[in-house]
């Protein structure tokens, strides 16, 4: 049998908001003490009544612009009912028939080619508490921590337009590149601020099997949701040929074993008996508001990528490097800073040696002690001859472990390119006189020998040293030589 698979993921991306969903308790919650950042409203006690967050619901309604949904004029929230240890009140706020946000498209490129994934919704809801697993005297018990409890948390959901693992990781990394584009989320998997559930399942085919939808939990990384999902689809279709009994159900990813694992029976909507939340009011969208939202969004990450070959005249594999985060982005316009015929060398800069730097040192682009304004200086510098390319590239890691300026560095250092023909040509003699080796390979034709050549005179110079002057002379030189 010939299968075709079939997926669809939800993605919680937590909001980037100072306070929580329902109430003014701190949402940063990461480095806090347990229990410290709570109140009756996200302990769920009797009595208490939410309150709806604005910025939240600004932030989601930007993510369905930036994803290209429709925004009614008319929303609401509802109770989801279920019975878990980190649902202090029983059941959780969230909104069900009636979303924010839906019917929406992510474009993707997948090898060479435009794929549109649908989606269906975005929602907002309340975060969970979270559990904390130990383990005592052999034995292994839980504790709570309310701290995340009432976060607000985006839902996204997808339509089961992907087809493979590896179009599910390019879909993840696509709605993450927009979540960071836009200032909504931090969306770090690691932190848990952007969580996947992957529903997978397969069908031949001619469609005469259908297999049930399987929703796989627990991923906590791009490469662990491409595993769990590539392992599931082998499970799944193993066991459609041998014809044994796939059910609808919830399995956890087990990352160190490389396998799924049934949890439960998958539920289905009416489990959780939906009604619309009494204590929290309809909302009505002011259109103006949302006009408003889109124009303060930022340029999308396939636009900006876009207007950077054409603007810029950068290549597409250029682009798309300066494009994956808004800093770097942001941090090469700044570079440029209007000059379309500076952005070739700044995008070498920043591609090259800022990266290159930052993957040696382990920083992220913030964390590292150089500016737009100083690689732009750099990049002057080597432009009207004042160091070249080697030195130049000294003198950026100078800028970085001292925090001076290039002209700076390059004049306490004595850097200045030398191109005084006087001073050079001494030290091009003296070179040509200690290599005869070098000297009698050039004149027999290994024209590749003078490349060492300039190399000893870069070395004499502690790369002071005009590289074209340098060769220049060393051609004329070893010409002379040639005829005396």
């Known amino acids: 049998m010939q299968f075709e698979t079939i997926i669809g993921l939800e993605v919680h991306a937590q909001l980037l908001t100072e306070s929580k969903m329902f109430c003014r308790c701190s949402a940063g919650y990461a480095s806090a003490d347990p229990n410290t950042h709570v109140c009756p409203v996200c302990l769920g006690l009797p009595g208490a009544l939410p309150v709806i967050n604005h910025g939240a619901v600004q932030a989601t309604i930007m993510t369905g612009l930036a994803l290209t949904c429709s925004i009614p004029e008319y929303s609401k929230f509802d109770r989801k009912n279920y019975i878990y240890p980190d649902l202090m009140k029983g059941y959780q706020i969230s909104q069900y028939d009636l979303p924010l946000c839906g019917g929406g498209v992510l474009p993707l490129v997948i090898d060479g080619k435009r794929k549109d994934i649908g989606i269906t919704r975005v929602h907002l809801e309340e975060d969970t508490a979270r559990l904390v697993h130990r383990t005592a005297n052999g034995e292994t018990y839980s504790l709570v921590d309310v701290n995340r409890s009432g976060v607000p948390l985006m839902e996204i959901v997808s339509e089961p337009d992907m087809r493979s693992p590896e179009e599910a990781r390019a879909y993840l990394m696509a709605l993450r590149q927009i979540l960071r584009y836009i200032g909504v989320s931090t969306a770090n998997m690691e932190e848990g601020a952007f969580r996947c559930d992957a529903n997978v399942s397969q069908r031949t085919l001619d469609g005469s099997v259908i297999g049930p939808k399987v929703e796989i939990k627990n991923m906590n990384s791009f490469r662990s949701v491409e595993r769990a999902l590539a392992f599931e689809v082998e499970r799944q279709r193993k066991a459609l040929r041998d014809g044994e009994a796939l059910v609808q159900e919830t399995r956890g990813w087990v990352e160190d074993q490389g396998i799924t694992v049934s949890q439960r029976t998958k539920e289905f909507a009416?489990?959780?008996?939906?009604?619309?939340?009494p204590d929290l009011p309809p909302l009505v969208l002011d259109r103006a508001e949302v006009d408003g939202i889109q124009s303060r969004m930022a340029e999308l990450p396939t636009a900006r990528r876009d207007r950077f070959i054409e603007q810029y005249g950068l290549n597409e594999r250029e682009a798309e490097l300066l494009t994956v985060e808004r800093e770097v982005a942001d941090f090469f316009e700044v570079?440029?800073?209007?000059?379309?015929?500076?952005?070739?060398?700044?995008?070498?800069?920043?591609?090259g040696e800022i990266f290159a730097l930052m993957r040696d040192s382990g920083l992220e682009l913030d964390d590292v002690?150089?500016?737009?304004e100083q690689i732009r200086e750099l990049i002057e510098l080597v432009g009207e001859d004042t160091i070249n390319n080697r030195t130049a590239k000294e003198v950026l890691v100078a800028v970085h472990e001292t925090g001076k300026s290039?002209?700076?560095?390059?004049?306490?250092?004595?850097?200045?390119?030398?191109?005084?023909?006087?001073?050079?040509?001494?030290?091009v003699r003296s070179v040509v006189d200690e290599h005869p080796d070098a000297v009698t390979d050039y004149q027999n034709g290994k024209k590749a020998a003078?490349?060492?050549?300039?190399?000893?005179?870069?070395?004499?110079?502690?790369?002071?040293?005009?590289?074209?002057?340098?060769?220049?002379?060393?051609?004329?030189?070893?010409?002379?030589?040639?005829?005396?």
């Open 335 to 351: 570079t440029v800073d209007g000059d379309a015929d500076r952005a070739r060398e700044a995008s070498n800069w920043i591609t």
């Open 406 to 427: 290039p002209r700076e560095i390059v004049e306490e250092r004595g850097l200045a390119q030398v191109s005084d023909e006087a001073q050079l040509l001494a030290v």
């Open 369 to 372: 002690n150089i500016s737009p």
């Open 450 to 484: 003078i490349g060492f050549l300039i190399g000893q005179v870069m070395k004499q110079m502690r790369g002071t040293a005009n590289p074209g002057v340098a060769r220049s002379l060393l051609e004329q030189t070893l010409a002379e030589r040639v005829t005396s």
């Open 270 to 277: 009416h489990d959780y008996r939906y009604f619309p939340e």
